[in-house]
């Protein structure tokens, strides 16, 4: 039976291949306030401003590729199992091979029923005001915004608890419940830590490689053989 190697990735996965880090150094994203256009409340107050700041993602997300850290990742499935949970609304890993990928954020090309978030479909142009699910309410992006519920947090608490091996990529793991999530991993399972800027110090059997994710994942590689 092949190894089982969970992966939590965040926005520096993502980062080489020109995917824009969630919050700038003051605090904005893309220049907004996140509470504009990353809240229930946001969307309700203007939804014009949420659906055109997420249709501008949608459009940037067609012309970035994979990147080598994506694709390295994607290999790992020859050797081993590979569970993803990602913090990203990106479909990078996905396109660079993954098979196993777990959105905690939700995903970007998705959208769902503003009246009911089980009502979700794929979608990869841009969301109108007046795009209405079957039942009449306004669709909106499938993403988790600041106050929403994460519903795959049970589920990715659970791979977690199966874990031979955890790596941990581009993430401070400073935000909560995602953060919560080391706390499932069976005790004794080795670790990798890879951020240019760990937020976290290494000790027994957390192992801490301070480099990007692409750099970060060769040297696993060879850790790994």
Request: glycine share 8%.
């Amino acid at each position: 039976m092949k190894k089982h190697i969970v992966v939590l990735t965040g926005a520096g996965m993502s980062a080489e291949s020109g995917v824009k880090t969630f919050r700038d150094h003051d605090g904005l994203w893309e220049g907004h306030d996140v509470m504009q256009v990353a809240t229930p409340e946001g969307f309700r107050r203007n939804p014009e401003l949420v659906l055109d700041f997420y249709n501008k993602r949608r459009r940037q997300l067609k012309e970035v590729d994979p990147n080598q850290a994506h694709r390295d990742l994607a290999a790992l499935e020859t050797d081993y199992k590979v569970s993803i949970i990602t913090q990203n609304v990106d479909n990078l890993h996905e396109r660079a091979g993954s098979t196993e990928v777990i959105h905690l954020h939700g995903e970007l090309c998705k959208i769902r029923s503003s009246g009911d978030e089980n009502d979700i479909r794929d979608w990869t142009e841009d969301i109108h005001i007046g795009d209405l699910c079957e039942n009449g309410y306004q669709l909106r992006p499938h993403v988790v915004w600041f106050g929403e519920e994460v519903p795959m947090i049970e589920k990715a608490a659970e791979i977690c608890s199966t874990a031979d091996i955890l790596v941990i990529i581009g993430t401070s793991m400073q935000v909560y419940p995602a953060a919560g999530l080391m706390d499932f991993v069976p005790s004794k399972t080795p670790i990798y830590y890879i951020d240019p800027k760990p937020a976290i110090e290494g000790g027994k059997n957390f192992n801490v490689i301070s480099e990007t994710a692409t750099n970060g994942m060769a040297k696993l590689k060879d850790i790994l053989k």
